[in-house]
Nanobody, 131 residues
Framework: QVQLVESGGGLVQPGGSLKLSCAVS????????FTWFREAPGKEREAVAC?????????WYLLPVLGRFTISRDNAENMVYLQMNSLKPEDTAVYYC???????????????????????WGKGTPVTVSS
């Protein structure tokens, strides 16, 4: 059974930074693509960043977070991260880590990051950006 557990959320002032972590258990990260989603109150869940399952780990970012967020993975530690800088109030949301185990090593996650593409989900970690 694959389990994802997010951590690192919290309250931060505008312009601040947070690093979210996603601990994966139950399988290795090889060939698995990961996506960070967020869901703000009253809004639909949206993908903000993904990292492909290939060795190169090609990423994709939602345009509003491009240049501010960085997704990364550590296969040896079974961890996935989302570094969030220059945070804005509109980044406030619950952030979820999700795994796509069927994508394979040749698939680019930028073409495959819908909620229906994901096989496993964490329970989320809340991020609040406010002064």
């Amino acid at each position: 059974q694959v389990q994802l557990v997010e951590s690192g959320g919290g309250l931060v002032q505008p312009g601040g930074s947070l690093k979210l972590s996603c601990a994966v258990s139950g399988r290795t990260l090889d060939n698995v693509a990961f996506t960070w989603f967020r869901e703000a109150p009253g809004k639909e869940r949206e993908a903000v960043a993904c990292i492909s399952g290939s060795v190169s780990g090609t990423p994709w970012y939602l345009l509003p977070v491009l240049g501010r967020f960085t997704i990364s993975r550590d296969n040896a530690e079974n961890m996935v991260y989302l570094q969030m800088n220059s945070l804005k109030p509109e980044d406030t949301a619950v952030y979820y880590c999700a795994a796509d185990v069927t994508a394979g090593p040749k698939s680019y996650c930028g073409n495959r990051h819908g909620t229906h593409d994901m096989d496993y989900w964490g329970k989320g970690t809340p991020v609040t950006v406010s002064s």
